[in-house]
């Protein structure tokens, strides 16, 4: 089928490139087969020559009748000319209006540079393209670029981002380090079977006595809502779902909640008080075991404790904070809120996820009806954010107390769950939506995945996302800088540039898709500067040779978290002797032969113990990666070439600092693993409780060698002699 250079042309419109570059750097060809998949789940048809040039022209089409772009995305201090069209003979009248309702006429509509006639509403028009300056002095901001031609008004977002590279750091401009956790892992003798923000408070103080400035948490984005059993086949699945796919980017898993923390404990009455203490009282003895954490088991705990402190009336001063909070929080919060009622409501224990039946999008009539009628339902869900963002808050607080410089820096996940809340959210219609299989590359992708723990994650629909103005990056920034001194985004430069496969494809079958990068990057700046918080990327010192170097370089630290945990988010110790890529061959994660996978890996990762080798940080013996028989020597030494590291922020990961070898996920095997749901643990297996942390030998060895290294400074000789070792500062 020769329809190659349209079929390509078709692509570029959804920003799905026709070349790329696999991971060796080679460019390549996507194949026409992937090209065409990807389209169709987007809902474009580009099976054949003919549906090609139908949907050309449907889109060129749409771009003439809507008369302005989907959206309009400005850095402050340019002028920017804007293709705008409109009808032939009408009364046109082109304006501005801002984010604090303020109108501003655009004078200056050029010429017309073409003329179309296209169908509107079963009638031949005339429509004419002009273009129309956008002036440079507009003040930053989410603003509204309206046309009116007669009666007839069209409308479009129009962003008004700070001008590039104004969007200066926010943080300490000199090196600092701190301590990387995932906050299920981190439980306490108080905790109800899984980390929550009193243990996260305790943990802020214990690294601050140590030296550190911050504590870069992995995403506590909402999970699924499951408060009943699963059915039997799906109860072998002990996994929790992925953090790093969650259902929600916007909410905050009320797992973390520290209930005892929630000001409307002091206000129980003696059996309702003895009803929720006699919740808590059991997890005791489970925190200090090594089990698997039993997500569905203390969820459905919490959540049972919170109905009871819901059911209390609020005071005056609780009633008008929640209401404030309600009111500010985005469409996505509350539809969000929306779906977990309904999760709640409808599920029962042969179908717990009954809720999709009856609410197949949230602007269906059933959903609306639901919202009316169980409004206190949907209220307690976001009563759940409202005290989410409270203990945040105070969490940062005491970070700041302590004297730490940042506090809490907290991280999002690249993708969403294929059925989760954000994509339920998105939904406008009551047909499936084309794009749910769409997944990003190198995700497990199987049946059953998203109960199981594996991650399957979806990406944004770029033709949707900025139609709605980029709200959907907006709304995951601004949830995610609740309470917090700065933001991470794991791969934050491939925000918006991603590879996109469908799910089951055969590997390497994707393509790069642009999704607006330039626009999201912009964003991201606006959101930065309103926020006061600064967006910083993750950095692992496995990722590729000239990473470390850039990173050795310099007399300015570059602006990144620099971590030990490779990619895989296996422990130090056990990424070492290649423990995580056995364990993934070993439940067949991976399709490559599994002689070569392990060659490449041992290669890759005996690189990175080479260079710490020159560089002092490891003795000659130390760097046999898969051949260690004692890990932690090493994993201080890989603690001690971090400190070299020109980073400006320094990344300890807790698993790391107490030895731990066990794995928290293996891809592919969650039905037999527990993944996402592994404590906190030694090298032995043995759990390792909050307050055993601050005493743990690994804390004050780890943390005395960053704070020397950031003391001697914060730059790198690189005419180090072949020991590698720094000269004295």
Same mark, same amino acid.
């Given at each position: 089928?020769?329809?190659?250079?349209?079929?390509?042309?078709?692509?570029?419109?959804?920003?799905?490139?026709?070349?790329?570059?696999?991971?060796?750097?080679?460019?390549?060809?996507?194949?026409?087969?992937?090209?065409?998949?990807?389209?169709?789940? !987007?809902?474009?048809?580009?099976?054949?020559?003919?549906?090609?040039?139908?949907?050309?022209?449907?889109?060129?089409?749409?771009?003439?009748?809507?008369?302005?772009?989907?959206?309009?995305?400005?850095?402050?201090?340019?002028?920017?000319?804007?293709?705008?069209?409109?009808?032939?003979?009408?009364?046109?009248?082109?304006?501005?209006?801002?984010?604090?309702?303020?109108?501003?006429?655009?004078?200056?509509?050029?010429?017309?540079?073409?003329?179309?006639?296209?169908?509107?509403?079963?009638?031949?028009?005339?429509?004419?393209?002009?273009?129309?300056?956008?002036?440079?002095?507009? #003040?930053?901001?989410?603003?509204?670029?309206?046309?009116?031609?007669? $009666?007839?008004?069209?409308?479009?977002?129009?962003?008004?981002?700070? =001008?590039?590279?104004?969007?200066?750091?926010?943080?300490?401009?000199?090196?600092? /380090?701190?301590?990387?956790?995932?906050?299920? +892992?981190?439980?306490?003798?108080?905790?109800?079977?899984?980390?929550?923000?009193?243990?996260?408070?305790?943990l802020v103080v214990m690294a601050a006595d140590?030296?550190?400035? @911050?504590?870069?948490?992995?995403?506590?984005?909402?999970? #699924?809502?499951?408060?009943?059993?699963?059915?039997?086949?799906?109860?072998?699945?002990?996994?929790?779902?992925?953090?790093?796919?969650?259902?929600?980017?916007?909410?905050?898993?009320?797992?973390?909640?520290?209930?005892?923390?929630?000001?409307?404990?002091?206000?129980?009455?003696?059996?309702?008080?003895?009803?929720?203490?006699?919740?808590?009282?059991? /997890?005791?003895?489970?925190?200090?075991?090594?089990?698997?954490?039993?997500?569905?088991?203390?969820?459905?705990?919490?959540?049972?404790?919170?109905?009871?402190?819901?059911?209390?009336?609020?005071?005056?001063?609780?009633?008008?904070? @929640?209401?404030?909070?309600?009111?500010q929080a985005p469409e996505s919060l509350h539809?969000?809120?929306?779906?977990?009622?309904?999760?709640?409501?409808? +599920?029962?224990?042969?179908? #717990?996820?009954? /809720?999709?039946?009856?609410?197949?999008?949230?602007?269906?009539?059933?959903?609306?009806? @639901?919202?009316?009628?169980?409004?206190?339902?949907?209220?307690?869900?976001?009563?759940?954010? @409202?005290?989410?963002?409270?203990?945040?808050?105070?969490?940062?607080?005491?970070?700041?107390?302590?004297?730490?410089?940042?506090?809490?820096?907290?991280?999002?996940?690249?993708?969403?769950?294929?059925?989760?809340?954000?994509?339920?959210?998105?939904?406008?219609?009551?047909?499936?939506?084309?794009?749910?299989?769409?997944?990003?590359?190198?995700?497990?992708?199987?049946?059953?995945?998203?109960?199981?723990?594996?991650?399957?994650?979806?990406?944004?629909?770029?033709?949707?996302?900025?139609?709605?103005?980029?709200?959907?990056?907006?709304?995951?920034?601004?949830?995610?800088?609740?309470?917090?001194?700065?933001?991470?985004?794991?791969?934050?430069?491939?925000?918006?540039?991603?590879?996109?496969?469908?799910?089951?494809?055969?590997?390497?079958?994707?393509?790069?898709?642009?999704?607006?990068?330039?626009?999201?990057?912009?964003?991201?700046?606006?959101?930065?500067?309103?926020?006061?918080?600064?967006?910083?990327?993750?950095?692992?010192?496995?990722?590729?040779?000239?990473?470390?170097?850039?990173?050795?370089?310099?007399?300015?630290?570059?602006?990144?978290?620099?971590?030990?945990?490779?990619?895989?988010?296996? #422990?130090? +110790? $056990?990424?070492?002797?290649?423990?995580?890529?056995?364990?993934?061959?070993?439940?067949?994660?991976?399709?490559?032969?599994?002689?070569?996978?392990?060659?490449?890996?041992?290669?890759?990762?005996?690189?990175?113990?080479?260079?710490?080798?020159?560089? *002092?940080?490891?003795?000659?013996? =130390?760097?046999?990666?898969?051949?260690?028989?004692?890990?932690?020597?090493?994993?201080?030494?890989?603690?001690?070439?971090? *400190?070299?590291?020109?980073?400006?922020?320094?990344?300890?990961?807790?698993?790391?600092?107490?030895?731990? =070898?066990?794995?928290?996920?293996?891809?592919?095997?969650?039905?037999?693993?527990?993944?996402?749901?592994?404590?906190?643990?030694? $090298?032995?297996?043995?759990?390792?409780?909050?307050?055993?942390?601050?005493?743990?030998?690994?804390?004050?060895?780890?943390?005395?060698? !960053?704070?020397?290294?950031?003391?001697? *400074?914060?730059?790198?000789?690189? $005419?180090?002699?072949?020991?590698?070792?720094?000269?004295?500062?």
């Amino acid at each position: 089928m020769a329809h190659t250079a349209p079929l390509h042309d078709l692509a570029a419109c959804f920003g799905i490139s026709a070349v790329t570059r696999d991971d060796a750097g080679q460019e390549r060809p996507v194949p026409e087969a992937v090209l065409t998949g990807l389209l169709d789940r !987007l809902g474009v048809p580009a099976g054949s020559d003919r549906e090609i040039a139908d949907s050309l022209q449907q889109l060129a089409d749409e771009a003439v009748i809507r008369a302005l772009p989907p959206s309009v995305v400005m850095r402050c201090g340019t002028a920017e000319g804007l293709p705008v069209h409109i009808r032939e003979g009408a009364d046109v009248r082109l304006e501005i209006r801002t984010e604090d309702e303020d109108t501003m006429p655009v004078e200056s509509l050029g010429a017309p540079t073409d003329t179309r006639t296209v169908m509107v509403d079963g009638e031949a028009q005339l429509r004419q393209a002009r273009t129309a300056v956008i002036p440079a002095d507009l #003040p930053t901001g989410y603003h509204a670029l309206v046309l009116t031609e007669d $009666s007839t008004t069209h409308s479009c977002p129009l962003i008004i981002a700070p =001008e590039s590279g104004a969007s200066a750091a926010t943080g300490p401009q000199e090196r600092v /380090w701190g301590l990387c956790a995932d906050l299920y +892992a981190l439980r306490s003798h108080r905790s109800w079977g899984v980390g929550d923000f009193g243990d996260l408070s305790d943990l802020v103080v214990m690294a601050a006595d140590k030296g550190a400035d @911050f504590i870069r948490l992995g995403p506590i984005h909402a999970l #699924p809502i499951r408060e009943v059993s699963v059915t039997a086949a799906k109860a072998r699945a002990r996994g929790t779902p992925s953090p790093y796919a969650p259902y929600s980017r916007v909410a905050i898993d009320p797992i973390y909640l520290r209930i005892e923390d929630i000001p409307e404990t002091g206000h129980l009455p003696a059996a309702q008080r003895e009803a929720v203490q006699s919740l808590g009282r059991g /997890w005791g003895r489970p925190n200090a075991e090594a089990e698997p954490i039993p997500r569905a088991t203390v969820l459905a705990d919490k959540l049972a404790a919170l109905r009871i402190l819901y059911s209390l009336p609020p005071t005056t001063t609780r009633h008008r904070l @929640f209401a404030d909070f309600c009111r500010q929080a985005p469409e996505s919060l509350h539809r969000w809120a929306l779906m977990s009622a309904a999760a709640a409501h409808y +599920a029962t224990h042969r179908h #717990p996820d009954a /809720w999709r039946d009856k609410l197949t999008h949230p602007d269906s009539d059933a959903a609306q009806e @639901f919202a009316r009628e169980h409004r206190s339902e949907v209220e307690f869900w976001l009563w759940t954010q @409202f005290l989410a963002v409270e203990q945040l808050r105070q969490v940062q607080s005491a970070a700041a107390q302590v004297g730490m410089r940042i506090g809490l820096i907290t991280d999002i996940a690249a993708g969403i769950s294929v059925d989760g809340a954000d994509w339920w959210a998105g939904r406008t219609g009551a047909q499936p939506q084309p794009d749910q299989d769409l997944c990003l590359d190198g995700i497990e992708c199987r049946s059953g995945a998203t109960d199981s723990g594996d991650a399957v994650e979806t990406p944004w629909n770029p033709r949707r996302l900025a139609a709605d103005g980029y709200a959907a990056v907006r709304d995951i920034v601004r949830a995610a800088a609740a309470g917090a001194g700065a933001v991470c985004i794991e791969g934050l430069d491939r925000l918006g540039r991603q590879r996109w496969a469908v799910a089951g494809a055969d590997e390497g079958a994707w393509a790069e898709v642009d999704l607006g990068a330039e626009a999201i990057r912009a964003v991201l700046d606006l959101e930065s500067q309103r926020l006061g918080v600064e967006i910083l990327p993750t950095t692992s010192v496995w990722e590729d040779e000239e990473l470390r170097g850039r990173l050795a370089d310099g007399s300015t630290p570059t602006r990144t978290i620099a971590v030990l945990t490779p990619p895989s988010h296996a #422990p130090v +110790a $056990s990424c070492l002797n290649l423990g995580d890529i056995a364990a993934a061959q070993q439940h067949a994660a991976n399709r490559a032969a599994a002689q070569q996978l392990m060659s490449r890996a041992r290669t890759a990762r005996q690189e990175v113990l080479k260079t710490a080798a020159e560089r *002092g940080a490891l003795a000659p013996t =130390e760097t046999m990666v898969g051949t260690l028989r004692e890990p932690w020597p090493v994993v201080a030494g890989l603690h001690t070439y971090l *400190g070299t590291l020109n980073a400006s922020h320094l990344g300890a990961a807790v698993m790391d600092i107490v030895g731990q =070898e066990a794995l928290p996920h293996i891809a592919g095997a969650a039905g037999e693993y527990p993944n996402w749901s592994v404590v906190l643990q030694d $090298s032995s297996g043995r759990a390792v409780l909050l307050e055993e942390l601050e005493e743990h030998p690994g804390f004050a060895q780890i943390a005395n060698t !960053l704070n020397e290294q950031i003391a001697a *400074g914060a730059t790198v000789d690189r $005419s180090t002699e072949a020991t590698g070792r720094e000269e004295e500062m």
